[in-house]
């Protein structure tokens, strides 16, 4: 009896799994797989058509089915697009295409990005399958200048100087293999060896690199600011070649180097002058000179402009001898303001030999001993007479 039992319950379990997997074997089965992309890659801030295709591999129909495409960042459904079609039977291995407009975020960068569809039937929205395809989305590098500096700054005529460029990828794709060139369209800017071209690798969107370029001054450059041109060239995530170029000044501004070159005395108009000389490359403006002489101001004297390689003689109150400065102000070209102060040693040399305000003074002491002896001389003389 308990055998009988046994083998009753087994064959009704052995039914039960053979019902379900008839209706297994009878169940559809969905897969989304992307079959067209227009344009690709896809463009960030432009348009794609995408189309895809609903496959049910299953062995079963499939009755009442909604297909809806979920977007997200940065996929927009563009008005007009359904965002659910419902079809009434996806017969068993078969499928079904269905096409849709997007936008593109314009400050989405190169990627593939996740494009989701779910799939369920009408009447049960809540239980969903979720599918999802890769849509290729390239962006195209956009660079600009954020800053150049130079070293040193005073850029001064048969020099060295470095240029330092700070670029910036803005764009939403890679910019491969960078190429950096720099070219002063005048000719007195030379790139030093193969410093003026400058591999910067690979700069990806929202990075930035600096260039460092080495170039020689010219002795005959002159103070302005030279224009030159800095280029990029560089290849996008496809591998097309792409180039950019940027107009730069180079200020060449040279260095005011002021020296004492003599002092002398001219007694004749009871002056001290001072010769100057400007030995650098630069023109000294609004030249302010102030002689101070054992601690006191004896005299200031003015200069528009004293020119580079030129000299000035500068006239003061003659004074005796004495330790002291001469306090030199000026601007340069660029309208920097500089104070400088040398020290001067103010002693007069005969050419005959001694100190010229010494043998005035022993003139002076001759002439009043013998004015004091002709006196002696002539009342001894108006005595004897009397």
């Not at 100087?161 to 369209?185: D, E, I, R, W």
């Not at 280029?231 to 107009?247: A, C, H, N, P, R």
């Not at 109150?317 to 309208?335: A, F, W």
């Amino acid at each position: 009896m308990k055998e009988k039992m046994f083998l009753a319950a087994l064959f009704a379990i052995l039914l039960v799994l053979s019902a379900v997997a008839v209706q297994a074997q009878n169940t559809p089965i969905f897969n989304v797989i992307l079959t067209k992309q227009n344009p690709f890659p896809a463009e960030p801030g432009k348009k794609v058509n995408i189309e895809v295709e609903v496959q049910n591999t299953g062995l079963g129909d499939a009755n009442n089915i909604v297909v809806e495409i979920s977007p997200s960042d940065p996929f927009r459904l563009l008005p007009g697009t359904e965002k659910t079609k419902t079809y009434t039977k996806i017969s068993a291995s078969s499928s079904v295409k269905v096409s849709y407009d997007l936008s593109i975020d314009e400050n989405a960068f190169s990627n593939q990005y996740e494009l989701e569809f779910r799939i369920y039937y009408a009447n049960n929205p809540a239980s969903y399958l979720a599918k999802k395809v890769m849509v290729n989305v390239q962006g195209q590098p956009d660079f600009i200048v954020e800053s150049t500096w130079t070293s040193p700054v005073e850029i001064e005529p048969g020099g060295i100087v470095k240029v330092y460029a700070k670029v910036k990828n803005v764009g939403t794709g890679s910019g491969k293999q960078v190429q950096a060139s720099l070219n002063s369209t005048s000719g007195l800017l030379i790139p030093v060896l193969s410093r003026g071209s400058v591999y910067m690798g690979d700069i990806a969107a929202g990075s930035d690199g600096i260039a460092e370029f080495e170039l020689s001054v010219d002795t005959t450059s002159e103070h302005k600011t030279y224009p030159s041109i800095l280029t990029l060239s560089y290849k996008d995530d496809s591998g097309v070649s792409g180039q950019k170029s940027f107009s730069l000044g180079i200020p060449v501004t040279g260095v005011i180097s002021l020296e004492i070159v003599k002092t002398e005395a001219n007694f004749e108009r009871n002056v001290l002058q001072i010769e100057i000389a400007n030995k650098g490359t630069a023109d000294a403006n609004s030249l302010e000179a102030k002689l101070v002489i054992n601690g006191k101001t004896l005299g200031v004297d003015y200069v528009s402009q004293l020119k580079s390689t030129k000299k000035t003689t500068l006239e003061f109150p003659l004074v005796m001898e004495g330790q002291g400065q001469l306090i030199l102000d000026y601007t340069s070209p660029g309208l920097k303001h500089t104070e400088l102060t040398k020290d001067i040693t103010v002693k007069f040399e005969n050419p005959n030999g001694g100190n010229p305000l010494g043998t005035l003074a022993v003139i002076i002491i001759a002439a009043v001993v013998v004015y004091l002896l002709w006196r002696r001389f002539f009342r001894k003389k108006k005595k004897k007479s009397g």
